[in-house]
């Protein structure tokens, strides 16, 4: 059975920082593409950050390049979102996916397995 579980989530102010975790179980990591989404009330997910199984090419929206970055430890099962710069329209729940791919997945759709979210919120 494949678990994905964030962590890290919580409050920051305007221009703070905070890393989310994403511990994987009951699946071959490392031959898994990963990405990161987030939803805002009243909006859809949107992705924010991928990254190829082997953490050698990554995505990121517009909207979080040069704030965000996305790593992963395939030794540890887990990959991660470091939040810098935080805005408060970065407020959404967070979450982490999978799909069993050794490309780079951009798209919603391919990803399969999801992780329950984290809650980010930043006030101004």
């Known amino acids: 059975q494949v678990q994905l579980v964030e962590s890290g989530g919580g409050m920051a102010q305007a221009g703070g920082s905070l890393r989310l975790s994403c511990a994987a179980s009951?699946?071959?990591?490392?031959?898994?593409?990963m990405g990161w989404f987030r939803q805002a009330p009243g909006k859809e997910r949107e992705l924010v950050a991928a990254?190829?199984?082997?953490?050698?090419?990554?995505y990121y929206r517009d909207s979080v390049k040069g704030r965000f970055t996305t790593s992963r430890d395939n030794a540890k099962n887990t990959v991660y979102l470091q939040m810098n710069s935080l805005k408060p329209e970065d407020t959404a729940v967070y979450y982490c996916?999978?799909?069993?791919?050794?490309?780079?997945?951009?798209?919603?759709?391919?990803?399969?397995?999801w992780g329950q979210g984290t809650q980010v919120t930043v006030s101004s």
């Open positions: 990254i190829k199984w082997s953490g050698s090419s990554t």
């Open positions: 009951g699946l071959s990591f490392s031959s898994y593409a």
């Open positions: 996916a999978a799909v069993h791919s050794y490309r780079l997945v951009v798209t919603v759709n391919e990803y399969n397995y």
